[in-house]
């Protein structure tokens, strides 16, 4: 019973400490044009920007517009470049939902095919199953991307390589590379922790990763999407 109490205890002030935090965005260089962007809103989630020579890329759109327009101003404090293209690497909501904002201010919004028809498939679905756990995450309009490759695709004259390798941790994940930085942002495929698998292609996931290591990228530095950002190749 003490046991239980203590465990109980953890919790709470885990919990505490967590609703004690002033959510927010930051932005932070992490090597050549790769930005980490750390999100502490609803639930932490990291996410990437790319500054190339002439313009910005966006990995990840953030969980609203709010959050995107909080990126946005991030990353004018340290450049002026246009902000180009946003690219979700997923169907979630903390890789979409910003996509409206994006969107109003001129940028292209890049995915895959299969994310195009999985937001226009299940965005109000998986918008309710995050509320199950984070009750405040608002109700944020379905906003679809606005350029869709069949597969994997580049941007920045192939600075940006977005690698759809097969199902993962959700039937669309991609990694995003960066070749000259040998920085691969995994999102939700590679992180500390599984996390929640109920969308998980668990027969698949595993192929994928062996597809990731054939490639045989020469990788310094992982992004997770959750918990801890920044990681080595180990």
């Not at 020579?53 to 946005?72: F, K, N, Q, S, Y």
């Not at 309009?141 to 977005?162: I, K, N």
């Amino acid at each position: 019973m003490r046991w239980l109490f203590l465990a109980l205890s953890l919790v709470l002030a885990a919990t505490a400490t967590f609703a004690a935090e002033v959510p927010k965005v930051t932005l932070t260089h992490l090597k050549g044009g790769v930005y980490v962007v750390e999100d502490t809103y609803y639930l932490k989630e990291n996410s990437a920007v790319y500054i190339g020579p002439d313009a910005v890329t966006i990995i990840g759109a953030t969980w609203t517009p709010e959050t995107a327009r909080l990126l946005a101003a991030e990353i004018r404090k340290v450049t002026d470049k246009p902000i180009t293209a946003a690219i979700d690497p997923d169907y979630n909501p903390e890789r979409a939902g910003g996509n409206g904002y994006w969107k109003s201010i001129g940028v292209k919004v890049v995915s895959t095919r299969l994310t195009y028809d999985l937001l226009t498939a299940k965005w109000t679905s998986v918008c309710d199953f995050i509320r199950r756990y984070r009750p405040a995450y608002p109700h944020v309009p379905l906003v679809l991307p606005t350029e869709t490759h069949r597969g994997s695709f580049t941007l920045q004259g192939d600075r940006v390589r977005a690698l759809y390798l097969g199902p993962s941790h959700s039937p669309d994940d991609i990694f995003v590379y960066f070749p000259k930085e040998k920085v691969l942002y995994a999102g939700n495929i590679l992180k500390e922790h599984l996390g929640n698998l109920r969308f998980a292609d668990l027969r698949a996931y595993p192929k994928t990763l062996q597809r990731l290591k054939g490639l045989h990228l020469p990788i310094t530095t992982v992004i997770s999407g959750h918990w801890s950002a920044v990681h080595g190749p180990e």
